[in-house]
């Protein structure tokens, strides 16, 4: 299991650094304009299909039956059920696909109802190049799920690496050869669903599992099938419409919001990829142990725990973001067509989506204690009225503040999320704030305050305009200044008696020591 671990998450880490080297491409070549704005919504569009059909819902619907079935029923019963799964999606998003090449129009109008003359014939274009690649990579999705059910986790991690590498190579062609960067790149994506669906489908091949094409039929497996699709894509549909909302809004914003916000959410999600994602897989299984054994006191522990340690990771993080915004935009992004004044725009979108950090983990600390209970309804139906509160408060905001509106109303929806969750398990008896838990929170954001004022003193004093400074000489400050703030913020969890550094220290020792004994 460790193994397997290490392999999938190491491959993520090197396509998550990856992804950052494209976005910084990106940024760099395009800027903040109105060919960015057109080609991120022609990348919306295929991507928000795929997390619905491909990564989301029915693959998590569809590996635990290909397992069972492989470990039950042999080989050729879960070969068959695999050609049948893989043979209704392809279908269905082929028929997905020709209907929105034809009325594309439509559908960017859907997407970016603010988007007019060139930015929106631009936007079309582009994406009748890109949408192909949801129809692709959801059959790659598929067939990684089949190699993970195998417990082939390599080719399948890998394999998603590649449209990083493809992606990089196209906009380094578009730019430096073609002179048409937004087109090429474009056609970089669907290359890269090319590349994807080839490589996991050999690797499928080798291990004997690849599944055949066949006339799709509503058989018992499929119905199957498509019953426990339904809970995860509601899931998945409400989290797509809120990303949606939010693109949406923007386009009635002035030329470059959606790039500036773009941008700002993709390092907003570095911290709530990595912490929210650990925290609700470790947390799962866990929390359905204990609530199978009926053990309701280890449950209020786990919970308390978890949320404990969540904060001790994310509130750091929230509050460096706030406080070093606009250096961090500028250090990432701020080269070429993507100038400091983009940065400094970006940076306030960051701190707006910074702010809501500890929800969005909470959020996936919290839901999981719904899913060990077996209630997938509830959560869903919080989704659904967060949904609903986004679109009002975007409504509200997007005039008075611009583009801090949309991050801004991410934000407020998901600390109402995130209350509503913690509410209802707390009235079921599953959580209780401990004692433990409430005086260590305090204590941490205390430790978390102190560290912003030490650095908004040191960037002030050491580093007046860092945005605006040389690239190689403001990376370094701005790494400077996050060594400085993590110094900081470990002395006072210390003085505060949250985390002991000697003891951690000793801990970690006495660990290192143990591995190297074997």
Not at 117 to 139: D, K, N, Q
């Amino acid at each position: 299991m460790l193994r397997n671990f290490l392999t999938v998450g190491s491959w993520t880490m090197l396509s998550r650094v990856l992804g950052l080297v494209r976005d910084q491409l990106l940024a760099a070549f395009l800027g903040a304009g109105p060919v960015q704005d057109a080609y991120l919504i022609a990348l919306r569009l295929p991507n928000m299909f795929r997390r619905l059909f491909g990564e989301g819902a029915f693959n998590a619907a569809f590996v635990p039956m290909f397992t069972e079935r492989y470990e039950t029923k042999g080989h050729q019963s879960a070969l068959r059920f695999a050609g049948q799964a893989l043979s209704g999606l392809m279908l269905w998003l082929a028929l997905l696909t020709i209907l929105a090449e034809i009325f594309m129009p439509l559908v960017v109008e859907c997407i970016g109802s603010g988007l007019t003359g060139t930015r929106f014939e631009t936007a079309v274009h582009l994406s009748r190049i890109t949408f192909p690649y949801m129809l692709l990579i959801c059959g790659a999705a598929l067939v990684s799920g089949v190699l993970n059910g195998l417990g082939k986790f390599t080719a399948a991690a890998a394999a998603y690496v590649t449209f990083n590498i493809i992606g990089i190579a196209a906009i380094l062609l578009g730019a430096l050869v073609w002179h048409n960067t937004a087109v090429v790149s474009a056609w970089g994506v669907t290359l890269s669903g090319v590349v994807q669906l080839g490589a996991l489908y050999w690797a499928a091949r080798r291990a004997g599992m690849a599944p055949h094409l066949t006339w799709p039929s509503l058989s018992p497996d499929m119905r199957a099938l498509l019953r426990r699709m339904g809970p995860g894509l509601v899931g998945s549909g409400v989290t797509q419409i809120n990303l949606t909302v939010d693109t949406i809004i923007a386009t009635h914003l002035p030329v470059g919001t959606p790039s500036i916000l773009y941008f700002a959410d993709r390092i907003n999600q570095l911290p709530l990829g990595v912490l929210g994602s650990a925290a609700g897989t470790a947390l799962l299984p866990l929390l359905t142990r204990h609530i199978a054994n009926k053990d309701r006191a280890a449950v209020h522990s786990s919970l308390n725990r978890a949320i404990d340690y969540t904060l001790l990771l994310t509130l750091p993080a929230m509050i460096g973001m706030i406080v070093l915004a606009s250096p961090i935009m500028a250090a990432l992004f701020g080269y070429g067509h993507f100038t400091v004044s983009d940065a400094i725009l970006s940076g306030q979108c960051l701190q707006a989506y910074a702010l809501g950090l500890p929800a969005f983990v909470l959020i996936k600390v919290l839901s999981p204690a719904f899913f060990a209970e077996g209630d997938t309804v509830t959560p869903v139906r919080i989704g659904f009225f967060t949904l609903a509160l986004n679109l009002v408060l975007n409504l509200l905001l997007y005039r008075p503040l611009g583009h801090i509106g949309p991050p801004l109303a991410s934000t407020i929806a998901a600390f109402v999320n995130c209350t509503l969750l913690a509410v209802i398990l707390h009235r079921r008896g599953l959580f209780i704030a401990d004692p433990l838990l409430k005086g260590r929170a305090l204590r941490i954001a205390g430790a978390g305050i102190m560290m912003a004022l030490w650095v908004a003193a040191a960037e002030k004093l050491a580093a007046p305009g860092l945005p605006a400074w040389h690239g190689v000489w403001r990376l370094g400050m701005l790494t400077a200044l996050i060594i400085f703030g993590m110094l900081v913020y470990a002395v006072m969890l210390d003085a505060l008696k949250v985390v002991r550094l000697r003891d951690a220290t000793v801990a970690f020792q006495s660990r290192l020591n143990r591995r190297r004994a074997r």
